[in-house]
């Protein structure tokens, strides 16, 4: 909300007191300063002056040299770029020193080897409405050398963001009271009247649904004459950005702005009988003042008349069909209250927001309806002339108050021949809460009398009346909130108080999941954050799609979770995995010429356990994705290795050391993998590993090789962090043995260890693959059959073996691998 | 026989000298001392030498056989020596290094980390809870009004399941205390989301790290408290940091936190970086009524919350928060 600083001076003293302090006193009442605008000039050396001579300046097509007079008895020269003024014309000219708004000093200067002893100004650069496009021209009856401030007025407009709970903040009678009673400076005279003529509205004004609307009054101003609003009302109006449009509708919009209720005038020539507040017919069609239609709903509340046509949109916004024109002579003025919840229904499903919705959806005091109404009669009388007649009210003020408290509340009553009441919140104040929540810091005394500076009242049963603008407050610690705030935070001493805490499962977990990004980090990887909420489907490489997800069980239909209302496409669905997130990073990268392609994300994926009918869950993964060059090149190696699976499997290998890690082909396929395999360790799945499938690196612009694998992060822990025993360390040396095996390029390394475990020779500690070979030209082996040579370990725990032994059990397990592997020959 | 023993003194010794390398050094000693060695062959002689002058010649051996292994073994350190600084004689070492593969931390990471490891050593243990929430846990029990806004599919995710993705890391203050009696001292690192189109200063979905800590009798003084020592130590002990009174619907009262922080060249500023306030009395008796037990009636607490994409781009000037989520390693490399 925008507040001026000269309307809020009508209602509070704000004498002797500077834009940042007021900015500051503004910010502890807990109202945030967005932003403040200096309007107009308050610095004396920007004076008026009179242009005596014009030359253009050589080479340039807009520059003149001006000799000037400003009043000092001699002329000064100033260059200036503007083309819309003549020789005798009278400016603004600031001479140097002076500050303009936004805090721009003036210098003198030279501008294309001329000197410029100043600056002629255009009214934006005095922070005002810019009119004539250029310098702004002055009447010729000012006199020049005169402070332009001494001339028109100035302004600071604080733009301010008023937070939920204060709509008593959202006008400027409401932030001086506020501001009075924070500062203890003076408050001026309310500007509502005292009090109002009113009457039964009877048949005239009809409350369909007293839920929606319980209180509604109208005001019938016969003989008033349209016309452009006094100065003083339209500067008011201009000054925190609006546009004076008619006396009439700009009373309206001032009353909003000054005092905080909503108002709407209506031209009685175009109301047919009485006034109907009821909900709107589904489908019923309805155009506003700016022209825009708009088709309602039931839960819509409007504002009718006996012809049945809508005329205003409750709370939100006037229609084009009753609204003031130039040619209107008598008015229907309406003020009412409407329930928050129905204005904000109706403002959000047609995306239709105005000055009324935004107060009355966080909700206007009922207390106000009469206050505003009455004020702005007063001010279109003083304007607009006409007779008023006394102002008609339907229903009642709506009960703030509970039940319980609705027999001995203070009620403050509005009107004459139709009263509204309006109980008062009363709080009971529990002293000692204040007590715990300040450490006894603030005097009773003191929170009391910054209770009643706040309007507040204790009432002969003890309780605190709380004023009627005050809506949020409703219990004591509504009230504790306010002796806090007022009494200022700053002045409660601070205190460090701790207690001892246990460590939780999550701190372990924490401390588990840092020690995995530690290794990783280690070993070369680059941690990422990608986006949790990605694609269905997508086109665009850049953009995660669940099309590539490479989760540890496989998804089925309906398993993925979309959120109902995505922002788009792109981001419509909860990731499955995070194979997609770490896909479009490595595209992503590969395209800025990363070579070397390690990158892993730890965090949530998320899935339906049953196709959608079953339970959400939210697991925490590792996933970790390489690809590219193993290392990057250099001076000593200019072609690095591709990645092979190898070097993945070594990278899990070292996240889990204590566990055996193996790898299953794994059952089922997952679309974007191709090797898929079940990552087991100590024989339970824990992952799922697979080389990215080619097809699905070409789509993404990854042309190399891609490996992926995705780990379960609480059964890692649970592994990794079992208990454990050290084992004594070998007594006796071991002894090795190696053997070079012939076999057909097909047979797995995991079918030989098998084959060893087999011979179950005790003496066999180790048993390590120790090198691969193959010859593609078939000449030194045949090429479908491949050499591996094994190295064995043998040892006892009592004794140092002999060479006899140690060929006995080499014998025993070679035998083994001939029975037991088929085609086989031993090198 | 104690001149022979003399000449040969003298050649071993030049012999010794001479040698250009350890191989010439080896062939010396086996020359001298080896089993067919000179000095060896005159040591067999003995037998031949009358036995009154066997003393002295023996003694003269002994002599010459302990100045020969000492001139080896000074030759020996000597030819190692040179070896070693031929060893690196022409080693250019302004060579660039071997490039190895690097990694790091996201910088979300280790702003967290650092948050994280301040609070956990004042006492929080850590906490979570899910990110796809109920309505009550995310408004609810937080005190958030019925017909508040941010309960609109405009402003928050919703599943047709009637579930939400949590709109802020309070969430796990509900789901704590109704799992744990009082006292209560948890933080929670953890994402969020809210329904705002990505731009270079809002994500749809971010990170936050909330706190809590309920007991009898805590005060503003321990808010405050707690909370400058947190900022103090993240931003450095001078920071000044102020209290500005604010509105969440769960806390009451409620405030921002502002730093003063100083950009090289530019005007100190005051700069939001937190939220926090009272637990209102409402959520206890919310979490209360809940759980049917009344744990909480009497206790009083705070509550806080920090939005790390912010902290990070406050930290290290970030002007464009996708640069966060983009995960280019140009940009990844200068947090490692």
Known sequence: ?827 | MKEQIVSVRAAALEEILNAQDMKQLENARVHILGKKGELTRIQQGIRDVPREEKPAVGALLNEVRAAVNTALDRRLVELQQAADEQSVSGVDITLPGETLPNGGLHPISLVREEAVRILRRMGFALADGPEIEDEWHCFDALNTPEDHPARNERDTFYFDSGKLLRTQTSTVQARVMEQQAPPVRIICPGSAFRRDAIDATHLSAFNQIEGLYVDKEVGVGDLKGTLEYFLKALFGEETPVRFRPHFFPFTEPSFEIDVQLQATGQAPRWIEIAGCGMVNPAVFENIDEKTGKSLYSGCTGFAFGIGLERLAMIRWGIRDIRLLIENDVRFLAQFS
Not at chain 1, 177 to 191: F, M, Q, V
Not at chain 1, 388 to 415: D, I, R
Not at chain 1, 768 to 781: A, I, Y
Request: proline share 5%; aromatic share 6%.
């Open chain 1, 1 to 827: 909300m925008n507040i001026s600083r000269n309307w809020l001076a009508e209602y509070i003293d704000l004498h002797e007191i500077d834009t940042q302090e007021m900015a500051d006193m503004l910010t502890f009442a807990g109202v945030e300063v967005e932003g403040m605008q200096q309007r107009g000039v308050n610095d004396d050396l920007v004076v008026v002056a009179q242009v005596v001579q014009k030359t253009p300046v050589e080479g340039s097509d807009h520059l003149n040299v001006c000799m000037v007079d400003a009043g000092e008895g001699s002329l000064r020269q100033i260059v200036c770029g503007a083309q819309n003024y003549r020789v005798g014309d009278k400016v603004p000219c600031a001479l140097p020193g002076a500050v303009l708004p936004g805090g721009w000093q003036i210098k003198e200067g030279k501008m294309m080897g001329h000197a410029s002893c100043g600056m002629l100004c255009s009214a934006s650069e005095l922070g005002k409405p810019d009119k004539e496009h250029g310098l702004w021209v002055l009447p010729q009856e000012y006199e020049v050398g005169t402070p332009l401030s001494k001339l028109t007025t100035s302004d600071t407009l604080f733009e301010l963001e008023i937070t939920p709970n204060r709509p008593d903040l959202l006008s400027h009678w409401g932030m001086a009271r506020e501001l009075a009673g924070i500062s203890g400076r003076l408050l001026k005279a309310d500007p509502a009247p005292s009090s109002v003529e009113t009457k039964p509205a009877k048949e005239s004004i009809l409350l369909e649904d007293p839920q929606l609307c319980p209180l509604y009054t109208a005001t019938r101003i016969s003989g008033v004459k349209i016309g452009p609003s006094p100065e003083w009302l339209a500067e008011r109006l201009v000054a925190i950005g609006l546009h004076p449009i008619n006396n009439v509708v700009d009373i309206t919009n001032y009353c909003l702005f000054e005092l905080g209720h909503p108002l709407h005038a209506f031209d009685a020539a175009r109301v047919q009988g009485a006034l109907h507040i009821r909900r709107a017919a589904e489908g019923e069609q309805f155009t506003s003042l700016m022209h825009d239609d708009y088709t309602l709903e039931s839960q819509d509340l409007v504002i009718s008349d006996d012809s049945g046509r809508v005329l205003a949109l409750a709370g939100v916004m006037g229609g084009l069909n009753s609204g003031v024109t130039e040619s209107t002579t008598d008015i229907i003025l309406e003020s009412a209250w409407f329930l928050p919840s129905t204005v904000r229904h109706t403002s959000r499903r047609l995306g239709l927001g105005s000055d009324s919705s935004y107060r009355f959806e966080r909700g206007a005091a009922a207390w106000n309806v009469l206050r505003a109404g009455a004020r702005a009669v007063q001010l279109i009388l003083e304007c607009a002339g006409g007779k008023a007649e006394p102002t008609a009210v339907a229903g009642q003020a709506p009960c703030t108050v509970s039940e319980k408290q609705a027999a001995t509340a203070t009620v403050l009553e509005q009107g004459t021949d139709a009263k509204v009441y309006c109980a008062l919140n009363q709080v009971a104040l529990d002293w000692k809460e204040l007590d715990v929540m300040t450490g006894g810091s603030i005097p009773h005394m003191e929170a009391a009398r910054i209770l009643k500076r706040l309007g507040l009242q204790e009432n002969a049963s003890g309780l605190w009346d709380c004023p009627p603008w005050r809506l949020d407050l409703k219990r004591s610690c509504d009230l504790l909130e306010e002796i806090v705030r007022v009494y200022g935070i700053s002045n409660i001493p601070a205190t460090r108080t701790s207690i001892y805490t246990a460590e939780s499962a999550q701190d372990r977990a924490h401390d588990f999941r840092c020690t995995l990004s530690y290794r990783l980090v280690g070993v070369g990887f680059w941690e990422v954050q990608s986006f949790k909420l990605i694609a269905r489907q997508s086109m665009d490489p850049t953009i995660a799609s669940v099309e590539y997800a490479l989760p540890i069980k496989p998804l089925m239909e309906g398993d993925v979770i979309s959120v109902a209302l995505p922002l788009s496409e792109d981001h419509a669905v909860l990731r499955p995995s995070l194979a997609p997130g770490l896909l479009a990073v490595a595209a992503r990268n590969m395209n800025q010429g990363v070579e070397v392609l390690r990158f892993f994300e730890r965090g949530r994926v998320f899935r339906n356990t049953g196709g959608g009918k079953g339970k959400d869950i939210e697991m925490e993964v590792l996933g970790i994705l390489m690809a590219g060059k193993l290392d990057p090149a250099s001076w000593t190696q200019l072609r690095p290795k591709t990645v092979a699976p190898e070097h993945l499997r070594a990278v899990l290998e070292l996240l889990v050391p204590k566990c055996e890690l193996s790898l299953a082909p794994a059952k089922q396929p997952r679309k974007a993998a191709i090797l898929g395999a079940d990552i087991q360790l100590g024989g339970q799945v824990c992952g799922y590993f697979a080389r990215v499938a080619p097809v699905v690196c070409r789509t993404l612009g990854l042309p190399t090789d891609c490996y992926y694998a995705e780990l379960d992060v609480r059964k890692l822990q649970q592994l990794a962090t079992a208990p454990f025993k050290v084992k004594d360390l070998p007594l006796y040396p071991g002894s090795g043995r190696d053997a070079t095996l012939v076999v057909p390029s097909a047979l797995r390394h995991a079918e030989v260890l098998k084959a060893v475990g087999a011979a179950k020779e005790k003496l066999l500690v180790s048993c390590r693959l120790k090198e691969v070979f193959t010859d593609p030209s078939g000449e030194k082996l045949a090429t479908d059959r491949k050499a591996v040579t094994y190295s064995f370990t043998y040892r006892a725990a009592d004794r140092t073996l002999t060479a006899e032994e140690v060929d006995a059990a080499h014998a025993v397990v070679l035998k083994t691998l001939t029975e037991k592997l088929h085609d086989v020959t031993m090198r």
